[in-house]
């Protein structure tokens, strides 16, 4: 599985912006797909995920009410929505996709948000 992410930027706190993240195999063949990211000096954390099959979403509680992952299966694309940026949302962003034979990563895109 090859995935490939875009829509990173610069945006001002308030903005938002839009990522997503193409894969290189049906959607539906993928247990789940999420956004991850890694601020400096920081771990990677789980943003939010989507399962392929019923569409169940998992957020961290710093993005609830803000973000919204969804998925297009015709299009092989995963979406993240991001309103009301907070610079504390500067960070490198990555799509994971998780299969029964492992997961994978595309590389990331870089979300800044200036105060």
């Known amino acids: 599985v090859q995935l490939q992410a875009f829509g990173g930027g610069l945006v001002q706190a308030g903005g938002c912006l839009r990522l997503s993240c193409v894969a290189s195999v049906p959607i539906f063949t993928i247990n789940a797909m999420g956004w991850y990211r890694q601020a400096p000096g920081k771990q990677r954390e789980l943003v939010a995920s989507?399962?392929?099959?019923?569409?169940?979403?998992v957020y961290a509680d710093s993005v609830k009410g803000r973000f919204t992952i969804s998925r297009d299966n015709g299009k092989k694309m995963v979406y993240l929505q991001m309103n009301s940026l907070e610079p504390e949302d500067t960070a490198v962003y990555y799509c994971?996709?998780?299969?029964?034979?492992?997961?994978?990563w595309g590389q990331g895109t870089l979300v800044t948000v200036s105060s």
């Open positions: 994971k996709a998780e299969q029964n034979s492992g997961y994978y």
């Open positions: 989507i399962t392929s099959g019923g569409g169940g979403t």
